[in-house]
């Protein structure tokens, strides 16, 4: 393989640990995203939502964005991610870092309309913070799932990394010649 090329390549075992840590990271949001749930069995906003589960929704939220925005963080101090693949990964860790946290916003967002809901007396308003609750926690349960479909992705464009790195391995190695000397400034090459 040629030395160059070589440079552009994620060591397996680095690949694997973040893969690994990728893989927990998207089950957490996507498993947040599909447990945190507002309406009842039958698909009706409670007539008591609970403010405190609510709010617990935003603080395991902003929990998941921090962790989130640590992995992306680590990688990019690490120098894989100046290598091509590399450079795929970060971009769609960066998404899932963005993803993530918009989310704990919509959570405590969430929570307030579901407190101004408990505190209301006329029906057009509660109507209206009901509404508003529904959508705003749905928003936050999508940008869990757009940050687990984002941390998925870049934990398959790894795999795909690893993929061709075993692939070249199992290829005949040629030798290559060294690379001709640079010209020499201000003559001719002898």
Do not use: C
């Amino acid at each position: 393989m040629r030395p160059d090329f070589e440079r552009e390549l994620i060591p397996g075992d680095d690949a694997l640990h973040l893969i690994g840590a990728l893989n927990v990271m998207k089950d957490k949001t996507h498993n947040a995203a599909h447990q945190w749930e507002l309406l009842d069995e039958d698909g009706h906003v409670p007539a008591s939502p609970s403010y405190t589960v609510l709010l617990q929704h935003a603080t395991n939220a902003q929990d998941l964005s921090r962790e989130v925005l640590r992995l992306t963080a680590e990688f990019a101090r690490s120098p894989h991610h100046a290598t091509h693949a590399g450079s795929a990964v970060l971009t769609k860790l960066a998404w899932a870092t963005t993803a993530s946290s918009h989310a704990p916003p919509h959570f405590a967002q969430t929570a307030e309309y579901a407190l101004s809901l408990l505190r209301s007396t006329d029906q057009a308003d509660r109507q209206y913070f009901s509404n508003n609750m529904v959508h705003v926690h749905a928003t936050g349960r999508a940008y869990l799932r757009r940050a687990s479909e984002a941390l998925r992705d870049a934990a398959e464009e790894l795999g795909s990394h690893l993929g061709v790195q075993r692939f070249l391995a199992q290829l005949p190695r040629h030798e290559y010649p060294p690379a001709p000397p640079p010209p020499r400034p201000g003559g001719r090459p002898r």
